[in-house]
């Protein structure tokens, strides 16, 4: 008689750490950073700033996932976190913008499972999204829980921080990425992003000092820009663009630029403008790098001898 030996502990072992492992990567793609140091280090910043939100994160990286996984994604990507960061960014939206009920905990879980099918469109398309459908599936859930079920808005959103003037805004722009105000966010959301690449992390810092400035000299609210509403899109433009040539600097200055244009236009019309300018600003630098490529070589001009 022939027995078949029992499935080894080790085996599920793994399996169960691969898909933690799967996990953190998405929380960490929220800034393009595919690493579980940096995963670790953003949920720990999410956490501090508030528990709902911390678990929104979670859930929503994790019903993301497990989407991706039943319906047969691409496994390179699912394992990469490509379609965990979007539903992560929803989740945290929503607990940010609505106060905890059933209702906006089933739109966190309905919203990412949208995210991450959205994500896999433009994906197998080879579109560089970004985090559009993280927007996308926002707005529609704001629009909805707003008008439609009257759901009401987190307490905090109507209560006023008095920030003394400082360079830690741009601490703090990188803590809005991912809706956190406090300077310890944006720490450890910035040490996040060194431990996986300093290059990006630096340019990311530049970037929301910059972008501060600037919004300062077009008379944005002061207040705005202490907490780094201003800075948030700059940091993540920063990060795609990041380099060592000198031709990489330009293209980050006029991708933070373009995003400051589009964050003034979408506040003016009291519109939401969660990471939009960063994808269009992006966008359009993409289809200039590529409208101009060939004129310039290792960050010079290329001169046909």
């Excluded at 989740?91 to 905990?105: H, K, P, R, T």
Aim: proline content about 4%; aromatic content about 16%.
């Amino acid at each position: 008689m022939k027995l078949t030996p029992p499935e080894q502990p080790t085996k599920k072992l793994d399996q169960q750490f691969s898909f933690i492992i799967t996990l953190l990567k998405g929380v960490g793609q929220i800034m393009l950073q595919e690493s579980v140091f940096t995963g670790l280090l953003f949920l720990a910043g999410i956490f501090y700033g508030s528990l709902s939100m911390g678990f929104a994160a979670l859930l929503a990286v994790f019903i993301g996932t497990i989407t991706a996984k039943i319906l047969g994604f691409n496994k390179t990507e699912t394992a990469q976190g490509i379609y965990g960061f979007s539903p992560a960014l929803v989740g945290v939206a929503l607990l940010f913008y609505f106060e905890s009920n059933l209702i906006v905990w089933l739109s966190v879980i309905v919203g990412s499972v949208l995210a991450a099918i959205v994500q896999h469109g433009f994906s197998v398309k080879k579109i560089p999204v970004f985090t559009f459908p993280f927007i996308v599936v926002t707005w529609g859930l704001i629009y909805v829980l707003r008008n439609s079920f009257g759901v009401p808005a987190a307490e905090f959103l109507n209560s006023t921080a008095v920030l003394t003037p400082d360079f830690a805004f741009a601490l703090r722009g990188f803590g809005q990425v991912i809706f956190q105000g406090s300077t310890f966010a944006g720490a450890a959301f910035f040490i996040g992003v060194f431990v996986c690449s300093p290059i990006r992390a630096l340019y990311g810092l530049a970037a929301a000092l910059i972008a501060g400035i600037l919004a300062g000299l077009y008379n944005a609210p002061a207040d705005g820009i202490m907490q780094g509403l201003f800075s948030y899109n700059a940091v993540l433009c920063a990060i795609v663009f990041a380099g060592n040539k000198a031709i990489d600097g330009v293209w980050t200055f006029i991708a933070v630029a373009l995003s400051l244009v589009v964050s003034f236009v979408m506040n003016a019309y009291n519109f939401t403008p969660l990471t939009f300018p960063f994808v269009v600003g992006t966008w359009i630098v993409l289809v200039l790098q590529k409208s101009t490529k060939g004129f310039f070589l290792d960050g010079k001009p290329a001169i046909n001898e």
